[in-house]
């Protein structure tokens, strides 16, 4: 090769990747108007994930002079981190990271709570392993994840047995690789919530020894805010919840495509989503003094078994 | 140094190179041609691990959605940017410290700690001290491409032979003359070598910087499909990621091939 044809391909190269670098620049910074952005931290497939991907919602706000912007997270951990340093206004979390978060001193205040999904979660077992009630975990090896609903739940049907935390091995992992922990049979349980036990349930031969129901978990999505954003944004927080909430009787009232939508973001099957659906329904509001009152249980059972240092008292924790 | 001319030295053997030029590409070829017949076999199970054919498919459907170029394009800002800032920061503080002793016994140690800490145990505190916007996942890639670039400046700068420099002052060149027709020349081999080495770097870097709170992206592609086991998706983006690593070391190679003409003349010579 010349050096006149090395120089000129190197050239184009280099043109090439800036130009596509623009192009990329230009995909990240699009235009801005002059309206308030507020930003909302969510999950894959959770009610924000729904609201946005219908669309309605940033229409609505839209309307009333706001400029809403999504932000995705792969855990509550980070959400919480980024909601503490203000790089989020508003979170959508599930039961158990407000708890850790609180114990630890961060200012959040509660905004909205949603509907119980005590049915898809739960502890699964394989089909024909003879575990036919929790007392059979006893020894047993249980895969759940840390600070999650899922360490609740198992604390708190392992209570409910009258039986000990010491009374099982626990295994900690986190969904993914729990999920083939389980499939390969390297632990005999494993406790988690949807998608991931309908997965279990029809790919999986799992079954539910036992579900969220009768008080053990409702692993609820809740909205959070830091307290003084909450106090100087009390307008856009019942806009939030109001609006939220019209997507949510939407999700209650079009199943179809519903799970039409969900597949797509989760990559699964129809017929697990379908499962999911199924058994739970939506709804977002403000606080209610039942959630207020398992808050309180998930914070007192985690300080009684020294999860968090600091006792956490959740109705002062609530938006007015 | 600089003023001799390489172009007449080089006289291109032809038809030989031919044969040369494919053997770097059999070994991927027989990978991909061998997992293909394990798949199309049933030796693979498709549904743990999808055949080439499936990843390439995935990777068409993606292309059509826009997502994939967008999330290349997005990915490939992020990097360009976190190398130029990164990689200008190195630089500068390997001249600096290899010129200035003061400099050198100052930062050196500092810089030698900080290079060895994780980037991914950096996620937290990024994120408190400069949020989860842009600016936070360039400068994770800023802080990976700093070091390689940092180490090598430095070094080619501290072994530049002291005699051409000492040769240089007795011909009365200025401190900048020294600098420019000596030294930089002199390391500038272990430069590009720095440069090719935080080129892989900067993607490595990238994959963790856009798991924070990112919804674009390659990084963000292979970890979002890692959530629900999509495998096509997953082979596709470590494909990609091989790709553009062997695209910048092509780059890295030809800039290395063009800027150091002078030695390869030599090299012919002999």
């Not at chain 1, 699009?30 to 507020?38: D, E, F, Q």
């Not at chain 2, 990024?126 to 180490?151: D, N, Q, R």
């Not at chain 2, 994959?207 to 495998?231: L, P, Q, R």
Request: glycine fraction near 8%.
């Amino acid at each position: 090769m010349s050096r006149t044809v090395r120089k000129i391909g190197l050239f184009v190269f280099l043109l090439a990747w800036v130009a596509v670098a623009i192009y990329g620049y230009h995909e990240i910074h699009g235009s801005s108007s002059g309206l308030t952005t507020i930003t909302i931290g969510y999950q894959t497939a959770d009610p924000v994930d729904i609201a946005r991907q219908r669309g309605d919602f940033a229409k609505k706000m839209k309307q009333k002079g706001y400029h809403v912007v999504f932000k995705k997270f792969q855990d509550g951990a980070s959400e919480m981190q980024a909601l503490k340093s203000g790089s989020i206004d508003y979170a959508r979390i599930g039961d158990t990271p407000p708890v850790t978060a609180l114990s630890s001193g961060t200012d959040l205040v509660y905004v909205a709570s949603g509907s119980s999904k005590a049915k898809g979660s739960g502890i699964l077992v394989k089909k024909g392993s003879g575990i036919t009630s929790i007392k059979d975990l006893k020894g047993k090896r249980v895969a759940y994840t840390k600070s999650t609903s899922s360490h609740f739940l198992l604390l708190n049907a392992l209570k409910k047995a009258g039986m000990s935390s010491s009374d099982i091995k626990w295994v900690n992992l986190d969904q993914s690789a729990a999920s083939v922990a389980f499939n390969k049979g390297k632990v005999d349980a494993w406790v988690t919530w949807d998608p991931m036990t309908a997965t279990a349930e029809l790919d999986q031969n799992a079954t539910l020894l036992e579900t969220g129901e009768n008080g053990v978990s409702s692993n609820r999505d809740y909205i959070l805010a830091t307290k003084s954003y909450a106090a100087d944004h009390t307008d856009t927080s019942k806009l939030i919840i109001n609006y939220l909430e019209d997507d949510m009787k939407w999700a209650n009232n079009h199943h179809t495509k519903l799970i039409t939508m969900l597949s797509k973001s989760l990559g699964l099957s129809k017929k697990v989503v379908k499962k999911m659906v199924e058994r739970r329904t939506y709804a977002m509001g403000k606080m209610s003094t039942t959630a207020i009152k398992e808050e309180q249980e998930i914070a007192d059972t985690f300080y009684a078994e020294g999860l968090i240092k600091k006792k956490v008292t959740i109705k002062n924790h609530v938006a007015d | 140094m600089e003023n001799v001319s390489p172009v007449a030295a080089v006289t291109p053997k032809k038809k030989k190179m031919n044969w040369n030029r494919l053997l770097p590409w059999v070994l991927p070829v027989l990978i991909i041609g061998g997992w293909q017949l394990a798949s199309s076999t049933g030796f693979l199970a498709s549904k743990t691990f999808p055949s080439p054919v499936a990843v390439f498919q995935d990777g068409v459907a993606l292309a059509q959605a826009g997502t994939l170029q967008r999330n290349i394009a997005i990915s490939l800002y992020r990097a360009t940017m976190g190398l130029l800032i990164g990689g200008s920061i190195g630089f500068a503080l390997g001249v600096l410290n290899g010129v200035s002793k003061l400099s050198r016994n100052l930062t050196d140690t500092s810089i030698q700690m900080l290079r060895t800490i994780p980037h991914l145990s950096l996620i937290p505190l990024v994120i408190l001290a400069i949020g989860i916007g842009e600016p936070a996942k360039i400068s994770l890639v800023s802080i990976g491409v700093l070091f390689p670039v940092y180490i090598n400046t430095l070094h080619g700068i501290r072994s530049v032979d002291p005699n051409l420099v000492e040769m240089g002052t007795s011909y009365g060149l200025s401190k900048w003359e020294i600098f420019t027709k000596i030294i930089f020349p002199g390391a500038l081999p272990t430069i590009l070598m720095g440069l090719r080495y935080a080129l892989g770097v900067m993607w490595t870097t990238l994959i963790v910087a856009e798991t924070i709170a990112s919804d674009s992206g390659i990084g963000y592609m292979a970890t979002n499909a890692e959530d629900f086991m999509d495998m096509e998706t997953i082979i596709l983006c470590i494909v990609i990621y091989a790709l553009l690593g062997k695209l910048s070391d092509l780059i890295a190679k030809n800039l290395e091939i063009l800027a150091l003409g002078w030695r390869q003349a030599k090299e012919a010579q002999q």
